[in-house]
């Protein structure tokens, strides 16, 4: 678990390019929306998991290289970019490179978690 804002996005990485599942979601906290397409975010737990399992089902490699982190008190606004690479389901291949905004949240436990992963930006 993230002990620093600056450890999130590495983590989160790591365990999607693992596939795996409960990894990806201990980076995400758990009230977290995950904004699907623009316009579209996700309502819930079930439906963050159900979307995060979708592109993990793509078996892609996922690449995030945050450009800035801006902390408040208990949150931080990091903006950067990422890259996702792999093959669509019907094996056509794909290689997105876009911007991001996310919000991350200091736990009570301590750790840093995604409160808002929104990958349709021009960061």
């Known amino acids: 678990m993230a ?4 450890q ?5 990485a790591a365990a999607f390019n693992n596939g795996d599942l409960e990894g ?3 980076t ?5 929306v ?15 998991r159900a979307a995060l399992q979708r592109l993990l089902e ?12 801006v902390r408040s008190d208990d949150v931080v606004l990091a903006l950067g970019r990422y890259a996702l690479t792999g093959r669509r389901r019907d094996g056509t291949p794909f290689d997105l490179d876009a911007g ?3 919000i991350l949240r200091h736990q009570p436990d301590g750790t840093w978690r995604i409160a808002v ?7």
Request: proline share 11%; net charge negative.
């Open 8 to 12: 999130v996005h590495p983590e989160l």
């Open 117 to 123: 992963d929104n990958g349709f930006t021009n960061a």
């Open 24 to 26: 990806v979601l201990a």
């Open 100 to 102: 991001f905004a996310d």
């Open 58 to 69: 793509l078996d892609a490699r996922l690449t995030v290289t945050p450009s800035s982190l």
């Open 34 to 48: 995950f904004v699907i397409r623009p316009g579209e975010v996700t309502d819930g737990p079930a439906e963050l």
């Open 28 to 32: 995400y906290d758990p009230k977290a």
């Open 3 to 6: 002990a620093e804002p600056e």
